[in-house]
Structure formats: structure tokens, C-alpha cells
């Protein structure tokens, strides 16, 4: 009988502990995207600027554009948008028929080899990938004379959720440009942002309210500035994180989380072309990128808790 | 008949007063238990961790290292001290209680609390706006509790407890300040440091209000019974 007199109390106490807890830690460790240590040994290419393929050696350099499930493969309630990615095609090498090159899409950087056939038209290309990663196929593409495209397929190895897609792409040189802008539309998170419904004369519509950008986002560049310490701190967490990965992004990162590849397949000038980009970054750019992360890491735990 | 219906009036407000007073001791409870959380985050003493990480450009000075550690940790212990220092049954069954309890709470707060919290109100977060909000709540906290430790010295009960009062509001503006940061990010979505500079201010003024709406209030009372 004694014991049932404290129940009560010790119920009121559990639950203050798992309420308490909750108050105080808000983590979510998926958020933050580190760039992916591999090893990756480029093959040299010879830099070829035409941009209008006449000739063999006009196929040399990257293939940019969407990587798109096929059709067929679309389930009605999904939306197309979410599965494509962007990809780059590189041909690095052509020795008579043979071809040697490399694709960066999805955070994945994957080498084929196959052949290549000079046609009347156009150069038409099978190509393979090792087989070793899950999400390995074969590609078949044409690349035809006198355009600056290349259109073709893939077919996957093995049973994947999406085992064809298509792609159009256009021939474009990657080149590190610090002034690269973001665009003017935002990043939301809806994982992360709560929604609320908000009633605007009595029609109800939902406003996200935390995990979408600001302004503040396009006032900045963390390539070109040094970023100040209280313009940081007063910045919200998304802003810090599209900051630091838009670092990322110009310098050609390919993306493995999902949002971020959506948010940055948009911006016209992105072209994912390596998995591992650390050795490239400006001592600026360092400096600009532990800054951010201080803040992101606080922003993340402590913007919206009761506490720090 | 008419007699009976005043009882069970008086009744009623007696029993509101009770559930008040229930209310209040469960929520102080459940806020210092937060707060206990929160103090536990720095234990063992790491610079690396929670708000600190951020404060990174003076955490490398001595003082302010020493401040922040005398602060978060003695200011959990003048919170819980005070909790018990307001029940008449403890000032009238424990007396010796109250004393101890309320000399633990001055000694504290005038000696380790308040002038670290000084010392870091300087450093602040949030620029001179928020720097001179915490710096103030520092040196009047201190005055009221010296105050309010004075007039208990020499016995002048009524003001004792009004210093007291005002002294625990800024206590109490520990929870204040982060239920405030809650509820305007909650309901506004304000960027940090915005939000930061407004409940610097908010923290403490509204608890400071409350204290005197109810000394002005018992003195009112007083005054028209007399």
C-alpha cells in the first residue's frame, strides 16, 4: 500500500525525465553531409574545348544534364522530380574503339570502358560498368555530329529499385568558379520543417516554419568573403547548412544525401563531377566552413529547445 | 444559511489557493529538474560541449572560464534553495531551515553567482543590447539579495520579503529567459541572436514585474485593512 501512495510520484517523476530530455536534446545527426573519403585515381585526359563534336577527339570531356528514371518504372505516387539526379558522363579516353571514362551521379563515382562506333551521323557507344558496386549497369548512348549532345540509356545488373533510366545531356566544361551564385528559389527540408496550419482569412494553407531558407542565403558567399562571427550566429540553421555545402557544390561535389542533390540539381550552373573535393578547397573556404559548422552543430541542438 | 454559502466561498478560494500552490511546486520542480539537466551538459568541466562551443572567441581567458563555471554551477543550487525559502509551514515548523537555506542562497548569489554572472553578462551573446540587459540583471540581482538579507538582519520582515521577492525573480529569469527563447521561436521563427537579444530583456523584466504587481498587491491590502 505503501508503494501505490508513491506511484503517482514516481510516474510524475518518469515522466519529467523522458519530457525533460526532450527539451533539452533535439538531435538529429542525418543532417550533416561530410564529404566521402575514397580513393579515386582520375585518368588523365587531354583538355578538349570544342563544344560541337565534328571529330573523335571532340568526344573527350563531361556530359552534364538529368539522369532520369525510365517511364516504365514510375509508380503514379511518386513524383519523377525526387528520383532524378544529375549526372556527369566523362569520356576520358578513346584509343580506336575503345573507350575509357567515368560517370558522377548521387554521390557514386563509377569508371566503365567499352566501344565506341564512328558512324555516318553520329558515334554510337556501349559502355560497362565494373559489376563490383550494387548499383553498376551498362550504358548505350549516341553522341551525334554537328550538336554538342549526347542521348541515350542505362540498364542496371541487377534488381534495383529503379533498373532503366534515360538521359540527354550536354557537353560542358567543370571549371571551379568562386563567384557562383545561388538561385532565387529556397531549400526547405519538409522531413525536418514543421509544418503549421495557418488560417489566412479563413483559408487554410501550411507554412513551414523552420528548415527552409532565408535571404540570407544569396546576401553571402562563404567562396569569396570571409564570414563574420555574429552575422553566423544570428543565421538559421538551414542558411548555415546550404552556406557550407554550396562550398561543396561549386567546387563540383557530388551529393549522396537527397535534399541536397534536389536543391542544388536546380542551380543551372552545378555540375557533380567528384566524390571527394577536400584537397580542393581555399584556406578561405576552410575557415568559412569550420565556422559554419560550429554554428550549424549549435543551431541544430539548440535553436528550437528549451535550454543549452 | 447566507454564513454557509460565505464558507464554502472561503472554501473554494482556499482550495484554488491550493491548487495553485500545487501547481507552482510541480512546475518549479520540473524546471529546475531541466535546469539540473542543462548544468549536468558541463560536468566534467569541458569548453567543448553545448553553449561554450560557440563562445570559442573567450572561452581561451581564464576569467571567463572560471565565471562560466562558478555561475552554471552554483546557480542550480541558489535555485533549489530558494524553492523552499517562500513556504510559511517551513518558516514556521523549520525555522533553522529557512535560515540556513536563505544564508546558503545570499552567500551564493553575492559571492559566486552574481559576479560571475557579471563577468559573463560582459562577454554576452547578442552585442551591447543583450550585454547590458545581463549586466543589469547581475548588479540589481546582488543589490536585492543584499537588500533583502539586510532588512532580515535587522528583523523588518515586510521588506525582507519584498527584496526577497524581486531577488527570486531574477533567480528565477534562468528558466524565464529560455521559456521566453521557446515560445518566440515557437510562435515567430525569429533568427537566433534576434531572439536572443529580445528574451535577454524579457527574461527578467516580466518576473520582475510579477514580484511587484504582488508586493504592490499585499501592500495594498494591508494598507486598507489598517
Known amino acids: 500500500m505503501k508503494l501505490l501512495r508513491y506511484l503517482p510520484l514516481m510516474l510524475l517523476a518518469a515522466c519529467f525525465q523522458a519530457c525533460g530530455d526532450g527539451m533539452i536534446k533535439n538531435k538529429q545527426t542525418d543532417s550533416v553531409e561530410n564529404t566521402v573519403q575514397q580513393v579515386v585515381q582520375p585518368v588523365e585526359r587531354k583538355v578538349n574545348h570544342v563544344l560541337q563534336v ?70 554510337v557507344f556501349t559502355v560497362a560498368e565494373p559489376g563490383d558496386d550494387q548499383f553498376d549497369g551498362k550504358f548505350d548512348f549516341t553522341i551525334p555530329k554537328g550538336d554538342s549532345l549526347l542521348i541515350g540509356g542505362w540498364k542496371s545488373y541487377k ?100 535534399d541536397l542533390m534536389t536543391y542544388f540539381d536546380m542551380q543551372e550552373w552545378y555540375m557533380p563531377v567528384s566524390i571527394n573535393i577536400e584537397k580542393n578547397l581555399t584556406a578561405l573556404e576552410k575557415k568559412n566552413i569550420s565556422l559554419l559548422m560550429k554554428y550549424e552543430k549549435h543551431a541544430e541542438e539548440y535553436y528550437d529547445v528549451f535550454g543549452r | 444559511m447566507r454564513k454557509n454559502i460565505m464558507m464554502s466561498l472561503a472554501d473554494n478560494v482556499s482550495l484554488l489557493r491550493q491548487i495553485l500552490r500545487i501547481a507552482w511546486y510541480v512546475s518549479i520542480l520540473f524546471f529546475s529538474y531541466l535546469m539540473l539537466l542543462i548544468t549536468l551538459q558541463y560536468i566534467p568541466a569541458r569548453t567543448d560541449v553545448a553553449f561554450l562551443r560557440v563562445k570559442d ?50 552567500i551564493l548569489i553575492l559571492l559566486f553567482a552574481g559576479p560571475s554572472g557579471l563577468i559573463m553578462g560582459f562577454y554576452g551573446n547578442g552585442g551591447w543590447v543583450a550585454q547590458t540587459a545581463f549586466c543589469l540583471l547581475a548588479i540589481l540581482w546582488m543589490f536585492f539579495t543584499y537588500r533583502g538579507f539586510k532588512s532580515a538582519l535587522s528583523g523588518d520582515l515586510p521588506a525582507h520579503r519584498n527584496w526577497m521577492y524581486r531577488s527570486y525573480a531574477l533567480t528565477l529569469s534562468a528558466i524565464s529567459l529560455r521559456l521566453w527563447k521557446w515560445v518566440i521561436i515557437h510562435f515567430f521563427g525569429l533568427h537566433p541572436m534576434d531572439a536572443y537579444q529580445i528574451v535577454a530583456w524579457l527574461g527578467w523584466t516580466g518576473n520582475l514585474l510579477v514580484a511587484e504587481l504582488l508586493i504592490y498587491s499585499w501592500t495594498y491590502r494591508r494598507n486598507k485593512f489598517i
Not at chain 1, 62 to 89: C, N, Q, R
Not at chain 1, 176 to 188: G, I, K, S, T, W
Not at chain 2, 65 to 80: C, D, E, K
Request: hydrophobic share 30%.
Open chain 1, 54 to 123: 565534328e571529330y573523335t577527339e571532340d568526344l573527350i570531356g563531361d556530359w552534364v544534364g538529368m539522369f532520369e528514371p525510365d517511364t516504365a518504372y514510375m509508380k503514379a505516387d511518386e513524383e519523377g522530380g525526387s528520383l532524378s539526379h544529375k549526372i556527369t558522363i566523362s569520356i576520358d579516353q578513346i584509343n580506336g574503339t575503345e573507350v575509357k571514362g567515368h560517370s558522377v551521379v548521387a554521390g557514386n563515382y563509377r569508371p566503365f570502358t567499352g566501344t565506341v562506333e564512328d558512324e555516318e551521323k553520329k558515334f
Open chain 1, 159 to 258: 534488381e534495383i529499385k529503379i533498373p532503366a533510366r534515360n538521359y540527354k545531356l550536354n557537353k560542358r566544361f567543370f571549371k571551379y568558379d568562386p563567384q557562383r551564385r545561388l538561385e532565387d528559389f529556397p531549400y526547405v527540408n519538409w522531413k525536418k520543417s514543421k509544418q503549421q496550419e495557418q488560417d489566412y482569412d479563413g483559408e487554410k494553407s501550411m507554412e513551414e516554419a523552420f528548415y527552409s531558407t532565408t535571404e540570407d542565403v544569396r546576401k553571402y558567399n562563404a567562396s569569396t568573403q570571409e564570414l563574420k562571427r555574429e552575422k553566423v550566429a544570428n543565421m538559421k540553421k538551414a542558411d548555415i547548412y546550404i552556406l557550407r555545402n554550396s562550398i561543396f557544390a561549386r567546387h563540383g561535389f557530388s551529393f549522396k544525401n537527397k
Open chain 2, 57 to 106: 572567441n573567450v572561452t581561451g581567458l581564464l576569467h571567463y572560464r572560471i565565471a562560466f563555471f562558478t555561475h552554471v554551477y552554483t546557480s542550480i543550487i541558489v535555485l533549489v534553495c530558494g524553492i523552499i525559502q517562500f513556504s510559511g509551514y517551513v518558516r514556521r515548523r523549520f525555522l533553522t531551515v529557512h535560515r540556513l537555506s536563505g544564508r546558503g542562497y545570499v
